[in-house]
């Protein structure tokens, strides 16, 4: 709400919503601030590395960072519907020596070879089984701690893969590994959550369907339905209008065949940030062939800018 004065006259310029809406949003916001908040790593000081690189030692970060990395982690798996994950100590160690890796070799690369530096065999089960990253807590501080995969930017990531190992339906466990400038979220492949439906939600989305913190949109939007349901999207067309009937342009990017189904799209028309918080955007999704049945879906996705109590 903002608000203007003019000679006596105070006007107040909102978006009125219905109560339902309202709580939910009031909901969302409480969730932003005590979990994805409460889970913010200002700067690298705050991690402790204490790894060695001339003595290849990967070393180790604190329990609080694991901890913190583990609520931001379940903070967008909850949001989206999805059962929160845990962290094992061996695959804390394992996404430790995925992060040290890419550190000290200053590349993302899932399957190193024997003349990488600080090579092992133990780094290659660690880098093919993670999502790496860097870190900068000067440049991007936003996006520095777990955030970067979910945004999921660049030419090589059209397929938002780091977004969906995180957000994959089935996981039950990860592990998690940081340096000063690298970080790694290692997934388990041995075992996952039974193929019972009332475990899963019919579909997922990201942004997700109800309100979204405006700084955590991205350019590159997704659609998933859990991989136990046999789906085919061959057919599928997806489109986005706002609450006026105006129809937003979108890119459907190539489809991929990893994790959950999952259509990928990216924004044609350049919105402004005023825009979204002006408006809600409905997302519809049609011919979607799931078990040989076609259907179709359709939710809101809802915007809120938090600046503070």
Avoid at 2 to 11: E, Q
Avoid at 191 to 208: A, H, I, Q
Avoid at 213 to 235: A, C, T
Avoid at 269 to 279: G, T, V
């Amino acid at each position: 709400m903002t608000h203007k004065v003019i000679g006596c006259i105070l006007l107040l310029n909102f978006i009125w919503l219905p109560g339902n809406a309202q709580e939910e949003k009031e909901s969302a916001i409480q969730k932003y601030k005590s979990e994805y908040l409460a889970s913010e790593v200002k700067d690298g000081k705050e991690i402790k590395w204490r790894g060695n690189v001339n003595k290849c030692d990967e070393g180790n970060t604190s329990d609080k960072i694991k901890n913190k990395a583990l609520l931001r982690i379940n903070y967008f798996r909850i949001l989206s519907g999805l059962r929160p994950v845990k962290f094992k100590d061996e695959y804390n160690a394992l996404a430790q020596k995925a992060a040290f890796i890419t550190h000290v070799n200053n590349k993302i690369n899932h399957n190193p070879d024997p003349s990488s530096k600080c090579y092992s065999e133990e780094s290659v089960i660690a880098t093919s089984n993670s999502s790496l990253g860097f870190m900068d807590f000067v440049y991007y501080p936003e996006l520095a701690f777990i955030t970067e995969f979910v945004k999921d930017y660049g030419e090589f990531n059209k397929a938002v893969g780091h977004r969906r190992a995180m957000l994959y339906s089935r996981s039950v466990n990860k592990g998690y590994g940081t340096t000063l400038r690298a970080e790694a979220i290692y997934s388990d492949y041995t075992s996952w959550l039974e193929k019972d439906s009332t475990l899963f939600p019919k579909y997922f989305s990201y942004p997700v369907g109800g309100y979204n913190e405006i700084d955590l949109v991205f350019p590159r939007w997704s659609f998933s339905i859990p991989d136990i349901y046999k789906v085919d999207f061959k057919e599928a067309v997806v489109e986005l209008k706002d609450e006026t009937g105006r129809l937003i342009n979108v890119t459907v990017l190539p489809y991929e065949d990893i994790y959950d189904p999952t259509l990928v799209w990216e924004l044609k028309d350049k919105l402004k940030r005023d825009y979204f918080l002006n408006h809600s955007v409905t997302v519809d999704i049609k011919n979607v062939r799931v078990n040989e049945s076609l259907r179709s879906y359709s939710y809101q996705v809802r915007f809120f800018d938090y600046v503070g109590d």
